[in-house]
């Protein structure tokens, strides 16, 4: 159920069937049968540098901190960090861990009048970058459903993640005190981005003076295009939860993704095309904030 073998299947699931074909040169096959061919044939490591080097392609929450004070760029001790770090690299503007961090949900399993309690762990890539005066703390989006890792006869109850990213984000900033992490503001970036029309939303949470308020457009319909009053009063508020599309007819961005600028997070819920995607997004955002 645990072992290494079966944590690594579970790690290539979180990348697309293509992709990891492609690094790993295998033509044909369903997603388990090339797993299984993958994990057979290759070494742990080749595996685990796999997720490095292609981490930009997963599905991804990512939480951004502004440093109020300068970090030291110094290495981080691998014998003090609470994950694995497969890759660590520091220059003079940027320091980037990328680790592989051990996840344990768990999950009630009940097989004809048999309950019991049952564990199931996964590598969880998590991708920690400090660039100018910005913490950016990346995790791929596991597949939470775990019916693929039992048995048909197997009825599953709950399916629980022991510690969940918000706790592992706080062991995470006790690394970076010393800089006063706080939860980066984006709407700047954000309305910069949608007022010189590369974005535009299909869902949008806003703060009123005294309420929360929420549009949300039909099919395929977008706010600024069809409610400029509307946007007019979003320019001018605090933004929420808003599922952003990418208008610009090229692939430098995922069609669409979700920001929620006030709190400083964006999620990718779309396999990304190419390895560009996910760190435009981040740049562009930070870049006019």
Request: aromatic share 10%; proline share 3%.
């Amino acid at each position: 159920m645990n072992t290494e073998k079966h944590l690594l299947r579970r790690l290539l699931k979180s990348f697309p069937v293509k992709t990891v074909k492609e690094h790993f040169g295998i033509d044909a096959g369903n997603q388990d049968e090339v797993i299984t061919e993958i994990v057979k044939n290759n070494a742990e490591v080749a595996i685990k540098d796999f997720s490095y080097s292609h981490f930009n392609y997963s599905k991804q929450h990512i939480y951004v901190y502004h440093l109020p004070y300068r970090h030291n760029f110094k290495e981080i001790h691998k014998d003090t960090f609470e994950h694995e770090i497969i890759k660590q690299s520091v220059s003079a503007n940027n320091h980037l861990i990328f680790c592989l961090a051990e996840i344990t949900f768990e999950v009630v399993a009940v097989v004809g009048d048999d309950l019991s309690k049952v564990k199931v762990k996964f590598y969880q890539p998590l991708h920690i970058e400090v660039k100018e005066r910005y913490l950016i703390i990346r995790f791929t989006t596991l597949e939470t459903k775990l019916q693929p890792y039992f048995s048909s006869t197997t009825k599953l109850y709950g399916g629980t993640k022991v510690v969940d990213e918000k706790a592992m984000i706080a062991d995470i900033l006790v690394h970076f005190q010393h800089c006063s992490p706080e939860r980066a503001d984006l709407n700047k970036g954000v309305k910069h981005l949608w007022s010189n029309k590369v974005l535009d939303a299909r869902e949008v949470k806003f703060k009123k003076a005294k309420s929360t308020s929420k549009e949300t457009m039909d099919e395929d319909h977008l706010v600024a295009e069809q409610y400029p009053e509307v946007y007019d009063i979003l320019m001018q508020s605090p933004l929420n939860k808003t599922i952003l599309k990418y208008k610009l007819e090229n692939d430098d961005f995922c069609e669409h993704f979700v920001c929620d600028p006030t709190n400083g997070e964006i999620s990718l819920p779309l396999y990304s095309i190419n390895p560009n995607q996910a760190e435009n997004i981040i740049n562009e955002i930070i870049r006019n904030n």
